[in-house]
């Protein structure tokens, strides 16, 4: 006769305790809590510089200052258990070591990328005049290769980054492309040069 009691098998016992152990550490383990709480706050303050830094050339301090960040948040991490780090990655403070990653790694790609930018903008030039007319020449297939794979760099890039970063992708990397664009727009300069491609 069944009276309502469901026999509990191993997997089930197996999951009662784990996901007892994820509500014991539902919150950041106290031994590591202050010092997180400092990196926080450090990692805060190199998201907000980054913003408002020019992303042509980045600091080189700041850049190792939000490495180190997040360099010290990896080793405090390492020393704890597999439940105890999980919560301590999906906490407020988890979030905004995520957030300093992104915005480091998508500043830069956008210094290289501008780099690049510029270096093919200079080769661009050379192939005008002192009055901005073409110069009737035939474009290396490495420079159009180059002007190609910046503009699709460009596209890659805006679909996959952070909503929040768009806008600094496209005043920084989109500025130094529309110049290139610009170039384009000499008269005459297209038809000189059919085999350039230009997107957009």
């Not at 999906?90 to 790609?109: H, N």
Request: hydrophobic share 40%; glycine share 6%; net charge neutral.
């Amino acid at each position: 006769m069944n009276f309502g009691f469901v026999a509990k098998g191993p997997s089930h016992l197996a999951s009662f305790a784990v996901s007892n152990l994820c509500r014991r550490y539902s919150t950041v383990p106290a031994s590591i809590e202050p010092k997180l709480k400092a990196l926080s706050h450090d990692a805060e303050q190199c998201i907000s510089q980054l913003k408002h830094e020019d992303w042509v050339e980045l600091p080189t301090e700041l850049v190792t200052k939000s490495k180190h960040v997040l360099q010290q948040h990896s080793s405090l991490l390492g020393g704890l258990g597999p439940v105890e780090k999980k919560a301590a990655e999906e906490s407020a403070y988890g979030s905004k070591f995520a957030a300093l990653k992104a915005t480091l790694d998508t500043a830069q790609k956008v210094e290289l990328l501008t780099f690049s930018t510029v270096a093919v903008r200079e080769k661009l030039t050379g192939l005008v005049d002192s009055r901005g007319s073409p110069i009737k020449v035939t474009v290396p297939e490495d420079l159009s290769k180059s002007v190609d794979g910046l503009f699709l760099s460009y596209e890659e890039l805006i679909a996959r980054v952070d909503p929040p970063l768009r806008q600094k992708v496209e005043d920084q990397f989109g500025y130094q492309l529309t110049l290139i664009r610009r170039m384009m727009h000499i008269p005459n300069f297209g038809k000189e040069f059919p085999d350039l491609p230009i997107h957009g």
